[in-house]
């Protein structure tokens, strides 16, 4: 059974740094065969798209709300996947979460009904 457990959020001021991590276990393919993405929510709204990156990391894509403060990466050797997040601010608050999808072409997705996968979430608060 394929699992993501995310880790690394916080409670952090305006202008502070963080970094998000999502490991995968129970794959059927090797994690290489998979892409990642992160979706935020927050407090009475809907879950958001934030970053996707494709099997190889060659491809990513980041929401042009975080764009130029959010990077994407991954460790293919580590089965894990990251979301730096710098300048951060009070609208990032949110539930993070990581996903996950066999993907057959090394490319993004940026599609919430795209991913089979997801974690349970982890908390950020950016507190002004």
């Known amino acids: 059974q394929v699992q993501l457990v995310e880790s690394g959020g916080g409670l952090v001021q305006a202008g502070d740094s963080l970094r998000l991590s999502c490991t995968a276990s129970?794959?059927?393919?090797?994690?290489?065969?998979?892409?990642m993405c992160w979706f935020r929510q927050a407090p009475g709204k809907d879950r958001e798209f934030v970053a996707a990156?494709?099997?190889?990391?060659?491809?990513?894509y980041v929401a042009d709300s975080v764009k130029g403060r959010f990077t994407i990466s991954r460790d293919n050797a580590k089965n894990t996947a990251y979301l730096q997040m710098n300048s951060l601010k009070p609208e990032d608050t949110a539930v993070y979460y990581c996903?996950?999808?066999?993907?057959?072409?090394?490319?993004?997705?940026?599609?919430?009904?795209?991913?089979?996968?997801w974690g349970q979430g982890t908390q950020v608060t950016v507190s002004s």
């Open positions: 996903a996950t999808r066999e993907a057959v072409w090394d490319t993004v997705a940026f599609l919430l009904n795209e991913y089979a996968y």
């Open positions: 129970g794959l059927t393919l090797t994690f290489s065969s998979y892409g």
């Open positions: 990156i494709s099997r190889s990391g060659g491809s990513t």
